[in-house]
């Protein structure tokens, strides 16, 4: 026992290393203070330029090849600071973890926070609903087969490792390999060390930014509303991107503020990294550069300030469209663009089925008003900062035209993905979490600002404090409304819909290996490839180019019915979304008399069908 102790706190120690030091050799090297937020940065950078670099030189992944290059950067940077002579500022060089030492009376109100948050990060960890098809998977996949040589999956042996239809650069999934990879398993409860420090680092960055416009009594306030925004929590303890795209912008803002004082080329570098960071998230990645350099424009930067920071960001932010591109002659994949690039037609049918109820509810006054209630209720303060930041813009305030170009892209962003979105309104509020943290970190400065006599400052502390005791249930429940169900369902409510769905994965898989010919079933449910691997069944998906034939008009009937039955396929499983079935039985090309199509098995997740075809005739 006490030799297993010692192994799992020598992983996690190496884990917590790998996320922290390398960064911290880059922030010396650029002569600037070791703050967390900022080692985090530019270690998750670091992680990613070492996995993108795998991809094109075709390198192993693995512990192995993580760990030396991580030591490699550790080295190289600390070698160089040494030679350039250059320690860690003394102002900040004691002060990464500064914040957390000067919450003053708020401390017992942070812990409480940081209490609920500690429960879900060991009880609920990944309990993002796209974890198990995506955030998650592709990181396990990766270091499963050593090489991301099958993602963007293009040939059907890609599909059986990749299920989805997408070319997200890894950045997350680089992150949860190097935990699986430190932690030699692929159980998600490694990410939370992760998870829980880019959460911590996100409130450091408030603090910070709160710190640079109004002080001390500022940046407390801007931590504790930070800590009153359930879905801003949530968001990144899900574990998915909008963690690291709070923290991109936040840490883009922050950077971009301390260069615009001392004009340090180092500032700008770390600018750079944030707006890697950013990069690494999603394919709209490349709107973080853009903004890092729409607000140096805004500064008034000169031409050499735009051409440094263009020239550290945009290098690494092209690297992975551009692969893609290569590979697929697209270079998000699995966007049209207007018609002017390749996609996927079967893919594109099918996403646009399961985004429509999303779309259409998008459009309508009841759609609007569940935003504005699941702002109300998971945001509270969200409206009152964004307010705060637009008075102050109009005024002509600079950091609040720095604030309101990174809320704006933000919920530009978020307005833009709505018609994808496939989990509905609530799920696609996510993607505003870099508004919520910008907003928090200048509403600390705006109660600041407006609340300096004694008694307003005891009016509003108390304010803040009650918000942040009446937040704290959907803290712990998100995405479930707490206040739906009794307080002894609370602790459990938040990884209900990961909990439910591996339960009806699991239902169906028992099914499955009771029925003959079970090795190989073609289904679009997004959670079956890895629900179902170990069982050893293999998940074809509908877009695959394996059943291309399935869908294509040209071909007669008997010549479809003729590759099924060459393609050992002989169960079709759906989940119960009548649009995504009707979809599927419209396009399939399963005509009598050549098909046989039935109903077998059903469940409350699940419909499972048997398609059989009629023997051919026998030969003259």
């Known amino acids: 026992m006490a030799a297993e102790i010692f192994a799992t706190a020598c992983r996690l120690g190496l884990l917590l290393a790998g996320l922290l030091l390398p960064g911290a050799m880059i922030l010396r090297a650029l002569r600037l203070p070791w703050m967390l937020a900022a080692s985090f940065t530019a270690s998750a950078a670091a992680i990613y330029a070492c996995v993108v670099l795998f991809a094109l030189l075709h390198i192993p992944v693995s512990l192995v090849t993580l760990a030396t290059s991580l030591g490699l950067v550790t080295l190289g940077f600390g070698r160089w600071a040494r030679r350039r002579n250059a320690p860690f500022p003394p102002t900040e060089s004691t002060g990464p973890f500064s914040f957390l030492l000067e919450l003053g009376p708020w401390t017992p109100l942070y812990g409480a926070f940081w209490t609920v948050v500690l429960w879900r990060l060991v009880t609920q960890p990944l309990n993002g609903g796209d974890v198990d098809f995506r955030w998650s998977w592709l990181a396990e996949q990766m270091l499963r087969h050593g090489s991301l040589d099958f993602y963007p999956p293009r040939s059907a042996a890609d599909f059986t490792r990749y299920f989805w239809v997408e070319s997200l650069p890894p950045g997350v999934a680089s992150l949860h390999a190097w935990a699986y990879a430190c932690g030699a398993s692929t159980r998600e409860l490694w990410t939370s060390a992760g998870v829980g420090l880019q959460l911590l680092a996100l409130h450091d960055l408030v603090w910070r930014l709160a710190t640079e416009w109004g002080g001390k009594t500022a940046a407390r306030r801007a931590v504790l509303l930070a800590s009153a925004t359930p879905i801003l929590s949530w968001s990144v303890l899900m574990g998915q991107e909008t963690g690291l795209t709070a923290m991109a912008i936040c840490g883009l803002c922050f950077a971009l503020s301390r260069w615009y004082q001392s004009r340090a080329t180092g500032w700008l570098a770390l600018a750079a990294l944030a707006a890697i960071v950013g990069a690494s998230t999603r394919e709209y990645g490349l709107a973080f550069p853009v903004l890092g350099l729409g607000i140096l424009v805004v500064m008034r930067a000169p031409r050499r300030g735009l051409l440094i920071f263009a020239a550290m960001a945009l290098p690494l932010a092209l690297a992975w469209p551009v692969r893609t591109w290569v590979r697929t002659g697209n270079p998000f994949y699995s966007l049209g663009l207007g018609g002017i690039v390749p996609v996927n037609p079967v893919f594109v049918a099918w996403s646009a089925s399961l985004s429509a109820g999303t779309r259409a509810a998008f459009a309508t006054r009841v759609g609007w008003n569940e935003i504005v209630s699941s702002l109300v209720l998971c945001a509270p303060a969200a409206v009152f900062c964004w307010l705060a930041v637009a008075v102050h813009a109009a005024r002509g305030l600079r950091e609040a035209r720095w604030c309101a170009m990174g809320i704006g892209v933000a919920a530009a962003l978020w307005f833009l993905s709505v018609p994808y979105t496939g989990g509905g309104l609530f799920y696609s509020l996510r993607v505003l979490s870099p508004a919520f943290a910008l907003g928090a970190a200048f509403g600390g400065y705006a109660l600041y600002a407006a609340a300096r006599a004694p008694l307003s400052r005891v009016m509003v502390n108390g304010v803040l404090a009650g918000l942040l005791l009446v937040t704290l249930p959907a803290t712990l429940t998100l995405p479930k409304n707490p206040y739906r169900v009794s307080p002894h369902e609370w602790p459990g409510l938040g990884r209900q819909f990961v909990a439910g769905s591996r339960q009806a994965d699991a239902a169906l898989s028992r099914y499955l ?94 419909v499972v069908f048997g398609v059989a075809t009629p023997p051919p005739p026998p030969g003259p």
């Open 513 to 606: 290996q009771s029925q003959p010919g079970h090795a190989r079933i073609l289904s679009e449910g997004v959670s079956l490839p890895r629900s179902l691997a170990a069982a050893e069944i293999t998940v074809v998906p509908p877009w695959s180019p394996e059943v291309a034939w399935l869908f294509d008009r040209s071909l007669k009937p008997a010549e479809v019915a003729r590759r099924w039955r060459q393609s050992g396929l002989h169960y079709v499983v759906m989940t119960r979304a009548p649009a995504q079935l009707e979809l599927l039985l419209r396009l399939a090309r399963w005509r009598a008399p050549f098909f046989s199509v039935r109903k077998i098995w059903e469940s409350d997740a699940y």
